[in-house]
RNA sequence: GGGCGGUUAGCUCAGCUGGUUAGAGCACCUCGUUUACACCGAGGGGGUCGGGGGUUCGAGUCCCUCACCGCCCACCA
């Protein structure tokens, strides 16, 4: 009787028509969405999405984040936890904004032109079709997410939570609305908060321009100066004071006189003020308050007037004179070549500084002086701050800690203000009498809180806010804060937010605030952050660098899974990661040989199949210690958030343990023709058990490989995989016991093959050739083990006849040993020349072994004061080689 | 100017609380059409773990120091 060849699966696995089918599997299955009410005792384990911007495409970034969160989850479901991923969209409203902004030139239109209302209608339109792009990418990726519970962060439920929680903010004063220095961004024109103005070391110029001091009648003395130094000559007519250092003596005796600004003749005061630098420059500055954070604090010390000499385009406004209405860098120019005229630019040099520009469209960023609504968030950082360093949210991996610490206990008020229209409207009104209102009312505020006028009265802010305050609401507010859900009481707080590293502060660090605040309970805790994917030479992608992998083609090309082996295989957290070509390759490579293997065991059903019978064999028990062990393992990372580790456990598991060494062994069992049926049929039953165990620990890394391959498991393996038609929805596999005895013999005969192999390679045997052996066992145990396993040792060593019992035969010099005896080869392949060099090298490097394991058991400091397992192992140790040795003939010197 | 991370095989990277002879994948060399897989199999070569000190019976792992590389934060115009 012969096995049958046929497959039931194709000789490759074609992923860009399996994986869709699959997902719509999984997706009628309601395969992703919580039982209605949690299995009795189950833990939750609840994952907080990143959700992606609306107007991003898919890149590597995304496809990362979904896998390592998808991994997760998958795994958690298997245990049978109460497990919910949410998915969503984030509204990103200044980044939406530049996207639509650009659309719309193209059309020929401008915000201005459409108008606030129009405009807004326009962007829905815009959000609506790539809202479901974005859905789509993500289920082609394989994340399995919720989508019964797709959220936006401009949704209604995400409105209402945006109104309470700003009231909240509002009525414990923490929110409030004032004139301050912030970020201005010209080109959006809006505000933007610190983290959004990314400061680029730059070449400047250094101009050093002459003050005349103010003579008796408060007129330019023609004769005497201060000279400033300055990078931005275009601010002069911002300028209120002239400041140097307090103790500086070349300008001890200006002090307290004052200078004349050049073109508007303004008199400046010149102060002392220890801000001041003695060594840059002339040791002299032109104090701005209201254009430059520094001479701000300066300004408010000493009660200088703060002059705004910027429109919001960044043009020169009134205050500016004949130079009003000049773009910025224009009137610069204008500026230093009237100076130049009038003899007053004293000099220019080259000056490398630091200049701050938008994170959206890389415009020079403005300090500008306007009324704002903030959020103090210093009490709030204090109780996020608190929770980290007392461990109920851990932050992985953990050095992130110190630097949320730094930016925590550094923090400034956060302008949560936006001068845009795409967002979620500040809910204020003001009265006539500048009363605000802070109302959480959908239709808001029935009449001003202090003064009762109607709401007819009251005219709304037009501010909207910050993208980051709705998506610091996240974790809760798709749950239904601030109601008590069902959704709230069963699945907040979450257990693990996971994220880049590059949004720990814009996102992280804001939903710990306001969570806490809000809820009174840490959002999550864990945060698992990741590092960023890199090309071949470690360069950032981006599309004005050409270089970037799109995760959808190569999803076409090898599959979601191969994509998924490559980006989390050898990544630890939080470290950035060079994606190369052999990366990817090495993932289809894996996708192939799991499918491979599928193949063969499918293939290897006996026909007719026989009741299972008798003892499992060598090979059989074996395979299933080393499969506890691993599942053992691959449990332990993944609880332990170790997701290169466990993808590292199952990959080695799977090939070298499952295919190169069992499947190896097994065919062996299943293609004796004197074996009875009944035992090739348990080696079959045994091979699919172990086989679907291995699919259901690979699951999470390859859940559309795995899950095509269930399916026809189970019609030919039904008691592999229980009855169970959809692995997405298997348990988790139990760990049995390692058997060690039975880890040790096959260890053992790998140990004997291998050296078999090695001295055939050596001795430049053909391959394909059948060899005797000869095998001169160590002792009564060795001689049991190397019977038990002749029939392995043949096939794969590729050894006929083999010889058990050479104990007195004379031993060739090309002879090998290992921990079983000794072993040489029949024939004329005995007698080679490299196969004896070989065997003389293998003798040396065992006499040195053996002397240097006998100075250090030798060494009393060592005996004595190692534990006594670590000593015990060299001495077992010790005794092998010598085995060994003695069994080749020599005493071990 | 602060702070953090990195430096391990030709390349990309793992190495937990210090404990055998430091691992993996890729690349390289040799061999192979054994009916799952050449996107494969078998065998092999290759590392004074960035330099220097120290603690220890024992250090890639802990401490100090130096050198490069990278990142984050920051108010010298």
């Not at 004063?173 to 730059?202: F, M, Q």
């Amino acid at each position: 009787m012969t096995t049958t060849a046929r497959s039931q699966l194709p000789p490759r696995y074609e992923a860009a028509s399996v994986e869709p089918a699959i997902y719509e599997r999984w997706l009628a299955a309601n395969a992703f969405t919580p039982a209605p009410e949690p299995p009795p005792g189950a833990k939750r384990f609840v994952i907080t999405q990143p959700p992606p911007n609306i107007t991003g495409a898919l890149h590597l970034g995304h496809a990362l984040t979904a896998f390592v969160e998808d991994i997760l989850v998958r795994y958690h479901r298997m245990r049978g936890d109460d497990t919910l991923w949410l998915p969503g969209v984030d509204h990103a409203g200044i980044a939406a904004q530049f996207v639509l902004d650009r659309l719309l030139a193209e059309e020929g239109e401008t915000r201005a032109t459409l108008g606030r209302e129009r405009y807004l209608e326009r962007m829905w339109l815009f959000i609506n079709e790539t809202r479901d792009i974005i859905g789509q990418q993500h289920q082609r990726l394989g994340a399995s997410l919720d989508w019964s519970r797709l959220r936006f962060t401009m949704d209604e439920g995400s409105a209402r939570a945006v109104r309470v929680a700003f009231k909240r903010l509002w009525d414990a004063g923490l929110a409030y609305r004032g004139e301050a220095l912030v970020n201005w961004c010209p080109r959006c024109r809006t505000t933007i908060s610190d983290l959004e103005n990314i400061k680029h070391d730059e070449a400047g110029t250094l101009w050093t321009i002459r003050y005349h001091l103010a003579d008796a009648d408060g007129r330019p003395d023609p004769d005497r100066w201060i000279s400033v130094a300055t990078t931005r000559p275009e601010t002069i007519f911002g300028d209120t004071a002239v400041a140097v250092y307090p103790e500086d003596e070349r300008y001890a005796d200006l002090v307290g006189r004052e200078a004349i600004l050049p073109f508007l003749g303004r008199r400046l005061p010149i102060i002392a003020d220890e801000h001041v630098e003695r060594d840059f420059g002339t040791g002299a500055v032109k104090i701005t308050p209201a254009h430059d954070f520094d001479d701000y604090e300066v300004g408010r010390r000493h009660g200088l007037p703060m002059i705004s000499i910027l429109d919001e385009d960044a043009r020169l406004n009134e205050q500016a004179g004949e130079f009003a209405g000049q773009d910025r860098y224009d009137a610069r120019a204008a500026v230093l070549e009237r100076l130049r005229q009038m003899g007053d630019l004293e000099g220019e040099a080259p000056h490398q500084m630091v200049i701050g520009r938008c994170d959206r469209c890389g415009t020079v960023v403005e300090p500008r002086l306007s009324v704002q609504w903030f959020v103090n968030v210093k009490p709030l950082a204090e109780r996020a701050l608190a929770s980290v360093r007392e461990g109920r949210t851990r932050i992985v991996p953990i050095h992130f800690e110190k630097v949320f610490a730094h930016w925590m206990e550094n923090i400034h008020d956060w302008a949560v203000g936006r001068q845009l229209w795409w967002g979620h409207r500040i809910p204020a009104w003001y009265c006539p009498d500048g009363h605000i209102t802070v109302s959480d009312a959908a239709d808001g505020p029935g009449a001003c809180a202090e003064c009762g006028r109607p709401a007819t009265e009251l005219t709304q802010e037009t501010d909207i806010f910050d993208t980051w305050f709705s998506s610091g609401l996240w974790p809760f507010s798709t749950l239904g804060w601030p109601e008590q859900t069902p959704d709230l009481q069963r699945f907040y707080p979450t257990q693990v937010m996971e994220t880049a590293y590059e949004i720990l502060f814009f996102w992280v660090a804001r939903m710990m605030m306001l969570g806490l605040f809000l809820t009174d309970v840490e959002p999550f805790e864990t945060v698992y952050l990741h590092g960023i994917v890199r090309d071949p030479y470690g360069q950032k992608m981006s599309k004005t660098k050409g270089n970037v992998v799109d995760p959808l083609e190569m999803i076409e090309e090898i599959g979601a899974d191969a994509l998924r082996v490559a980006l989390v295989s050898g990544n630890a957290p939080g470290v950035d990661q060079r994606l190369t070509p052999a990366k990817l390759t090495g993932g289809r490579n894996f996708t192939n040989k799991m499918w491979n293997a599928a193949r063969f065991v499918l293939g290897a059903a006996p026909e007719p199949m026989a009741q299972p019978d008798g003892d499992e064999s060598l090979p059989e028990r074996w395979i299933r210690s080393r499969l506890a062990a691993t599942i053992e393992r691959a449990t332990r990372q993944l609880d332990a958030l170790d997701l290169a580790g466990y993808a590292a456990t199952v990959h080695e598991f799977a090939w070298s343990d499952y295919c190169d060494w069992y499947l190896e062994m097994a065919k062996v069992e299943l293609r004796r023709d004197d074996a009875p049926a009944g035992e090739r049929a348990r080696v079959w039953r045994t091979t699919t058990e172990t086989f679907a165990d291995l699919l259901r620990l690979l699951h999470p890394l390859l859940p559309f490989v795995s899950e095509a391959i269930w399916e026809p498991l189970g019609n030919a393996a039904p008691w592999a995989t229980g009855g169970e038609p959809l692995l997405v929805r298997a348990a988790w596999p139990a760990a049995a016991a390692v058997d060690g005895d039975v880890d040790r013999t096959v260890d053992q005969l790998r140990d004997l093959i291998r050296a078999v192999r090695d001295q055939r390679t050596a001795a430049g045997v053909a391959a394909g050739a059948w060899l005797p052996l000869h095998v001169a066992p160590a002792g009564a145990a060795e001689r049991e083990t190397m019977a038990g396993g002749a029939r392995y040792l043949e096939a794969l060593a590729r050894v006929r006849p083999l010889d058990l019992a050479a104990e007195g035969s004379a031993r060739p010099s090309s002879a090998g040993s290992n921990a079983l005896g000794t072993f040489w080869l029949g024939s004329d392949a005995a007698s080679d020349q490299a196969a004896e060099e070989r065997a003389a090298a293998r003798r040396a490097e065992l006499r040195e072994q053996v002397a240097r394991l006998r100075t250090l058991l030798g060494n009393e400091a060592f005996t004595n004061r190692a534990p006594a397992p670590v000593v015990e192992r060299e001495r077992a140790r010790l005794a092998d080689l010598e085995a060994q040795l003695a069994a080749l003939g020599e005493d071990g010197g």
